[in-house]
C-alpha cells in the first residue's frame, strides 16, 4: 500500500455497526415497516437497495471532503469501506429481525399465510426498508469518529 491506498481498519467497521444498529433497531419492530413489506414488489426492493447504495456513497464520499474513494483500498474496484457499510446497513437490520424473531410475529400479526420462502422473501423486503435508515447511522458514525 504505496500512496494510493488508505488502510480500512476493524476500527471503522466496529463504528459502522454501532451507528447502524442504533437506527435500525426502531425499524425492525416497528409494524408499518412490515405492513410496507407486503405491497412491495421486486422492484420497490432494488429502488432501496439503490437508495441505500445512495445515501451510503454519498454521505462516505460526497459529505466528507476529506475521503477520496480513489485512494481507499478496494475490491474490485468498489472501495472496502462502502462494502462494509452495505454489509453492515443490511447485516444490522436482518440480525435484528432475526435475533427478535419479528418476521414470525409480524406475518402472523398482518394474518399473513407464508410458507418458509415466503417468510424468507417478506423479511428482505423488510429489510431492505430498515437499511434506508441504518446506513444513515452507519455512515454518519464511520464519518464523524
Known amino acids: ?14 463504528q459502522q455497526v ?10 425492525v419492530v416497528t409494524e408499518e415497516v412490515w405492513a410496507l413489506a407486503t405491497q412491495m414488489a421486486w422492484y420497490h426492493v432494488l429502488m432501496t437497495v439503490g437508495i ?10 460526497e459529505a466528507d471532503d476529506g475521503r477520496d474513494p480513489e485512494k481507499e483500498a478496494d475490491v474490485a474496484g468498489v472501495p472496502v469501506r462502502f462494502v462494509s457499510l452495505m454489509l453492515v446497513a443490511y447485516g444490522a437490520v436482518l ?11 409480524f406475518a402472523a400479526n398482518l394474518e399473513l ?4 420462502i415466503g417468510l424468507a422473501v417478506f423479511t428482505l423486503k ?18 464523524v469518529f
Do not use: C, E, H, N
Not at 504505496?2 to 467497521?13: F, M
Not at 441505500?52 to 464520499?61: P, Q
Not at 440480525?95 to 410475529?105: M, Q, V, Y
Open 52 to 61: 441505500v447504495a445512495g445515501i451510503g456513497y454519498g454521505a462516505l464520499y
Open 18 to 27: 454501532v451507528g447502524g444498529f442504533l437506527l435500525a433497531g426502531p425499524f
Open 113 to 116: 399465510q407464508v410458507d418458509t
Open 126 to 143: 423488510a429489510t431492505s426498508v430498515g437499511a434506508v435508515f441504518s446506513v444513515v447511522g452507519a455512515a454518519t458514525a464511520d464519518s
Open 1 to 14: 500500500m504505496v500512496g494510493r491506498k488508505k488502510r480500512y481498519a476493524l476500527a471503522d467497521t466496529a
Open 95 to 105: 440480525l435484528l429481525a432475526l435475533s427478535f424473531r419479528a418476521p414470525r410475529t
